[in-house]
């Protein structure tokens, strides 16, 4: 298994070689070619929210050297910090020298909360709604057919009954809906407002909040890799004690939640990245990745790294698993051209693939970042990416943004207010 096309050097070409070589790969019409370029026409951004005033855009880019399951990937990426797809991009490399990324997921079951109150015995309520379970689910299932036949829909209820509450007990009850191929929100919120009045019939509470649960720990991805152990070793440092490194920097993210905090960070730089550019909602991932790591009373890392010892090698070997609730039809998905070609790119991914697919990426950006804090720290590759960002705040234009990101980085100076004299110095040399 090995990388098939030949985009590993992008970030030499320039961009509109770059943009060519991916069209090429993915088969970009010239229409699509044409989205990436100028992505959203200001009547589409009126249609897709309100009081629109103007467009603000962000870059798109693509990672590379991704082998998940035995099958290539270009993964677009938009997101406006720089290293992070460079890092993730050289992490998917190591990563494919031992086979790339394995990955799985669940079924893609989302949660929906009912909440229900004013009832004296949560027992007594929790019976009298089981004993309704397939009217109620007949009626969650009245609307979204095509989820239905394409297998999906409500399939079951699971109650949370809460003694103590700041108001008193009250009981949730979670309905479990397939959502296939689609994120879910409004098929769950659909559903969950059709059962609630019949809840209420049934135990003579009274039901306030019916709302879909963004903690989706029952639609969840995972991806492991292994790296071996002579690939990971740099400027003196071997590849056993970069190994060593790594392991030790998870086990502070692991114990330590103000640690974690920003362990996971990283991870979301690259899942994150991926959600904006399908169009998927990143927040509602955010919000459910941070909840899932600290679904045992204490924020600990998404990611575990350990050493596997084998008869053929050593190697690091890294897990990633979480809650992903991703959908490939509808929404910003369909409605985003730009969206639509970074699908296009992915393969038309199902709701499963492209989980899977965000999930390797969000290990190997952490890869990325652990080994770089394990071994030069994260400063230096980053800053010397950062200092173009620089220049061109300090208002170099066009050839002058390299040129001068290049005096910046080999000063050790990457300074707003030194790019602003290098730029002066340019203009009276002319």
């Known amino acids: ?46 249609g897709m929210i309100e009081n629109v005033i103007g467009r603000y855009a962000l870059p798109l880019g693509v990672g590379t050297n991704f082998l998940i399951n035995g099958q290539e990937v270009i993964v677009p990426m938009v997101v406006e910090e720089p290293s992070i797809i460079a890092a993730v991009s050289y992490a998917a490399k190591l990563a494919s020298a031992s086979g790339g990324f394995q990955t799985q997921s669940s079924e893609p079951l989302m949660i929906g909360q009912i909440q ?11 019976a009298q709604i089981q004993a309704i379970e397939p009217e109620l689910l007949a009626a969650a299932n009245r609307f979204h057919p095509t989820i239905q036949k394409m297998g999906g ?23 479990l809906y397939d959502c296939r191929d689609a994120m879910g929100a409004n098929a769950v919120n659909t559903a969950v407002e059709a059962v609630a009045p019949l809840i209420e019939q049934a135990t003579g509470g009274r039901v306030n909040l019916r709302i879909l649960s963004n903690l989706t720990d029952r639609r969840t991805a995972r991806a492991e890799c292994r790296i071996p152990i002579e690939k990971l070793g740099r400027e ?9 490194r790594i392991i030790e920097a998870w086990a502070f993210a692991a114990a330590d939640p103000y640690r974690a905090a920003t362990h996971n960070k990283g991870i979301m730089n ?4 991926v959600a904006v550019a399908t169009g998927n909602d990143w927040r509602a991932i955010e919000a459910g990745a941070h909840a899932y790591a600290a679904r045992t009373g204490r924020y600990t890392s998404l990611t575990e790294w350990s050493l596997l010892e084998t008869e053929v090698g050593n190697y690091l070997q890294g897990v990633l698993d979480m809650p992903l609730s991703v959908g490939t039809v509808g929404g ?25 697919i965000m999930v390797a990426v969000g290990l190997a950006q952490n890869l990325a970042a652990i080994r770089a804090l394990a071994s030069e720290g994260i400063q230096r590759g980053h800053m010397r990416l950062h200092a173009r960002q620089v220049a061109l705040a300090a208002g170099a234009i066009g050839p002058q943004v390299q040129q001068i990101a290049n005096r910046l980085v080999a000063e050790n100076n990457i300074r707003e207010e030194r790019a602003k004299q290098l730029i002066a110095e340019l203009l009276e040399s002319r």
């Open 1 to 46: 298994m090995s990388i098939r096309s030949n985009l590993t050097g992008l970030y030499k070409l320039s961009q509109e070689e770059r943009l060519k070589q991916v069209a090429a790969y993915a088969g970009l019409t010239t229409d699509e070619i044409g989205a990436l370029r100028d992505s959203l026409a200001l009547d589409q951004a009126d």
């Open 332 to 356: 910003a998905t369909k409605a985003h051209p730009t969206a639509r070609v970074s699908m296009k790119i992915l393969g038309q991914p199902n709701a499963r693939t492209l989980a899977e």
């Open 153 to 175: 829909g409500a399939k079951g209820f699971e109650y949370r009954p809460l003694a103590e509450t700041p108001v008193g007990p009250m009981l949730i009850i979670h309905l």
């Open 116 to 126: 229900l109150l004013d009832v004296s015995d949560l027992n007594r309520s929790i």
């Open 270 to 273: 690259g899942i994150d990245a």
């Open 236 to 244: 003196g440092v071997s590849g056993a004690e970069t190994a060593r």
